[in-house]
């Protein structure tokens, strides 16, 4: 891999035998190796004769992709799939209302975790290019209600992207708690002042007009949806929703920021994680790189720039406290994204099944697979 990268940094991503070669055994050191990939729909896990450590109890694992939540339901239900691991599984909405009918049939957990639901801001688009502009989007959206009808409370709303899980977490951080009047009147300093058939315009004529995108058949981001685009055009905004699945909008549409208004995802973290790739300048994907760096929103700000290169070096916890602080603030001001909600996961497991740990951050539950074992 080492050569690999050196031969060209920027094409490593898609070099890697990770990915041109990912049944090489060479590969795992883990309990498990890949021994069978079918793109999109499955990957075959093999113990791998070379592990060190507790023997795992199942010789094959499959690990299913089903893009449909609908479908991932009735795959568990008719004995298709064994268990729903959290991570990428049913939304909490669909969690909670599959508990209320099945619960007693199956384990079900609940991990609160460094999750953060968003929506990336294409930050060059016409509107949205102004801060007044997003600022309104995030008065104009009722979060807590959000989460208080669809989540049961269990899916806080986020101020910014550091969960309050982390230890880095500054509860200073600015709100935006939901507020139309003061909306409409950033939209109306922002220059979105004229009226025509209920929605807003600006001096040239143009109309206020956002696209709004997510993952095809995710029940609870479409949901979500359908609610910020009922109070989004309370305010006079022409919100059109365009989805797709979930191998298009993560394969192609983000990493190349193909997307033109919003678009709502999760990242997934790991405490003091430094989000780099993510906000720093210089993780713009684009052509020129290799479409490289996870910047979809192309934030520059070289005070972020400068945030995020000394959190990268500096290891004193006491000084790395009010860098972390800033980051935050400068994120909820700037809002690169829109803060949704801290995401909890549900997993969902046979009653024999037993050792799954979910983790609550981005080192999945198979981190100690060689765990899971069955009981009769």
């Not at 406290?321 to 809002?335: G, H, M, S, V």
């Amino acid at each position: 891999e080492q050569s690999i990268f050196e031969q060209d940094p920027a094409q490593y991503r898609n070099r890697s035998l990770f990915e041109t070669a990912p049944t090489n055994p060479g590969l795992y050191f883990g309990p498990y190796r890949i021994s069978e990939v079918q793109r999109g729909a499955y990957i075959v896990l093999e113990i791998n004769p070379s592990w060190w450590g507790k023997p795992p109890a199942f010789q094959k694992i499959i690990v299913k992709t089903i893009e449909n939540t609908a479908a991932l339901e009735a795959n568990l239900l008719s004995g298709e799939l064994d268990m729903i691991a959290g991570e990428l599984g049913l939304t909490l909405d669909q969690a909670l209302a599959f508990e209320e009918r099945h619960g007693d049939a199956y384990t079900i957990l609940y991990k609160p975790g460094l999750i953060y639901e968003h929506l990336d801001v294409r930050l060059d688009q016409p509107g949205l290019n102004d801060v007044r502009v997003r600022q309104a989007l995030l008065y104009g959206a009722d979060r807590q209600a959000i989460s208080h009808q669809l989540f049961r409370d269990k899916q806080p709303v986020a101020d910014s992207s550091i969960n309050p899980l982390d230890t880095v977490y500054n509860s200073d951080t600015p709100h935006y708690s939901f507020d139309p009047k003061r909306a409409a009147a950033l939209l109306d300093e922002a220059g979105w002042n004229i009226m025509k058939q209920g929605y807003r315009h600006n001096a040239q004529g143009e109309k206020l007009s956002i696209e709004l995108m997510t993952t095809a058949g995710n029940r609870s981001r479409e949901l979500v949806q359908q609610v910020l685009q009922s109070q989004w055009q309370q305010l006079g905004i022409d919100v059109r929703i365009r989805n797709q699945p979930a191998r298009v909008f993560f394969g192609e549409t983000l990493d190349r920021r193909l997307f033109t208004g919003l678009a709502m995802f999760a990242w997934l973290s790991a405490p003091e994680n430094v989000p780099r790739t993510t906000l720093h300048s210089s993780e713009i994907p684009s052509e020129q790189n290799g479409w490289s760096g996870q910047n979809y929103t192309g934030y520059q700000n070289p005070v972020m720039d400068r945030l995020l290169d000394q959190l990268e070096a500096e290891l004193d916890p006491v000084k790395r406290k009010p860098l972390w602080a800033e980051l935050q603030r400068i994120y909820a001001t700037d809002l690169p994204a829109l803060p949704l909600y801290y995401r909890a996961n549900a997993y969902i497991l046979p009653k024999w099944l037993q050792g799954v740990r979910p983790t609550g951050h981005m080192s999945v539950s198979t981190l100690w697979i060689e765990a899971w074992h069955s009981t009769p």
